[in-house]
T-cell receptor
Framework: AQKVTQAQTEISVVEKEDVTLDCVYE???????LFWYKQPPSGELVFLIR??????QNEISGRYSWNFQKSTSSFNFTITASQVVDSAVYFC????????????FGTGTRLKVLA | DGGITQSPKYLFRKEGQNVTLSCEQN?????MYWYRQDPGQGLRLIYY???????QKGDIAEGYSVSREKKESFPLTVTSAQKNPTAFYLC????????????FGNGTRLTVT
């Protein structure tokens, strides 16, 4: 079965702390894509990153970094030196070859960064 | 600027009434989607459309209907048959295949009393 699990429902950190959001997925496909989205209080989901199943190279973009490990079926997201503006709900999603219509979303992790 | 517009942002209806949520995109995307978001349940797919005049049911289509008469428009009707219609509704579009990210509107919060 295809599934995306974000076990952390809510995380609170103090500004400037590092925080890691976990994402574990299940799929029988060998080719698939993983995504992270951010949903600020305004409600609109914003695309952050896409990673395909053949590319396990970790990526860093400013204060954001992503760790993709096929061996553990995980695609974790780390924010370094968190800021209040990072407060949002973050979703991990899976898209599989042959299932072009369907993105499978996790339940989201609400991140609160306190000043 | 290109984007997806959902209107209205907030919508209130009495139980038993049908209501239509608007979704318009000027991104020239072929595929469009409707998701429902409830606290603690992530995003659940209601309907999707890959081309004009064609649409498919998602995981929770019961009590909803859609149309896709134009590429840029994908309205969602919440019918009186939907047992728990109060939710946040998100419209999205995509310009390619399974590897393309979704582009989302800013959502409509529907409250039915």
């Amino acid at each position: 079965a295809q599934k995306v699990t974000q076990a952390q429902t809510e995380i609170s950190v103090v500004e400037k702390e590092d925080v890691t959001l976990d994402c574990v997925y299940e799929t029988r496909d060998t080719t698939y894509y993983l995504f992270w989205y951010k949903q600020p209080p305004s409600g609109e989901l914003v695309f952050l990153i896409r990673r395909n199943s053949f590319d396990e190279q970790n990526e860093i973009s400013g204060r954001y970094s992503w760790n993709f490990q096929k061996s553990t079926s995980s695609f974790n997201f780390t924010i370094t030196a968190s800021q209040v503006v990072d407060s949002a709900v973050y979703f991990c999603a899976l898209s599989e070859v042959g299932r072009t219509y369907k993105y499978i979303f996790g339940t989201g992790t609400r991140l609160k960064v306190l000043a | 600027d290109g984007g997806i517009t959902q209107s209205p942002k907030y919508l209130f209806r009495k139980e038993g009434q049908n209501v239509t949520l608007s979704c318009e995109q000027n991104l020239n995307h072929d595929a469009m989607y409707w998701y429902r978001q409830d606290p603690g349940q992530g995003l659940r797919l209601i309907y999707y459309s890959q081309i004009v005049n064609d649409f498919q049911k998602g995981d929770i289509a019961e009590g909803y209907s859609v149309s896709r008469e134009k590429k840029e428009s994908f309205p969602l009707t919440v019918t009186s048959a939907q047992k728990n219609p109060t939710a946040f509704y998100l419209c999205a579009s995509r310009d390619g295949g399974y590897n393309s990210p979704l582009h989302f509107g800013n959502g409509t919060r529907l409250t039915v009393t």
